[in-house]
């Protein structure tokens, strides 16, 4: 594969320069198409994105009302990292893990208040990197809902679960 592809860019550079243009357009291309978030879906190879991602590679905070979970509080626009499931489930068994610790020292908490003192922690208190991280874990959890593990966590985080499923 690699010869094909060397051999191909040897003969659009001795090509002349419409070779080399017809190069440069389909780099711009595919820059754009990477930009734009099609990325031909390189999620589904993973277990996939289900159209939960936003467009454009940014969110749009939720503001900081007493509404929004600390964690999220944030107004303006943040990046959207696009975690994969690997990146998710391994943020979701640091945060376990972390939390575990935490009650053992501090007593119980909910896993929304939790989270954010892990991030602030994490981040330094840092709010705009806070909240870009839960952006980005919100939205991952989200694609990857039909993995158990990432199904639970997001329905513990949003109240509508008791963490004690997990035992």
């Given at each position: 594969?690699?010869?094909?592809?060397?051999?191909?860019?040897?003969?659009?550079?001795?090509?002349?320069?419409?070779?080399?243009?017809?190069?440069?357009?389909?780099?711009?291309?595919?820059?754009?198409?990477?930009?734009?978030?099609?990325?031909?879906?390189?999620?589904?190879?993973?277990?996939?994105?289900?159209?939960?991602?936003?467009?454009?590679?940014?969110?749009?905070?939720?503001?900081?009302?007493?509404?929004?979970?600390?964690?999220?509080?944030?107004?303006?626009?943040?990046?959207?990292?696009?975690?994969?499931?690997?990146?998710?489930?391994?943020?979701?068994?640091?945060?376990?893990?972390?939390?575990?610790?935490?009650?053992?020292?501090?007593?119980?908490?909910?896993l929304s208040e939790f989270l954010f003192i892990y991030l602030q922690e994490k981040?330094?208190?840092?709010?705009?990197?806070?909240?870009?991280?839960?952006?980005?874990?919100?939205?991952?959890?989200?694609?990857?809902?039909?993995?158990?593990?990432?199904?639970i966590f997001l329905k513990i985080l949003q109240g509508e679960l008791a963490e004690?499923?997990?035992?």
């Open positions: 594969a690699l010869d094909g592809k060397y051999r191909a860019l040897l003969e659009a550079t001795q090509g002349g320069g419409k070779a080399i243009e017809k190069l440069v357009e389909e780099v711009e291309r595919l820059k754009r198409v990477v930009d734009e978030g099609k990325t031909g879906g390189a999620e589904d190879k993973d277990g996939g994105d289900d159209g939960h991602a936003p467009d454009g590679n940014f969110f749009e905070a939720r503001g900081e009302s007493d509404e929004v979970p600390e964690f999220l509080r944030y107004t303006g626009s943040l990046r959207n990292w696009r975690l994969s499931k690997r990146e998710c489930e391994r943020a979701v068994n640091d945060v376990w893990i972390a939390k575990e610790e935490y009650c053992d020292d501090e007593g119980p908490c909910h981040y330094e208190e840092n709010q705009a990197m806070v909240a870009e991280f839960g952006y980005n874990l919100i939205d991952a959890l989200e694609r990857y809902i039909a993995d158990s593990d990432c199904k004690e499923v997990r035992d």
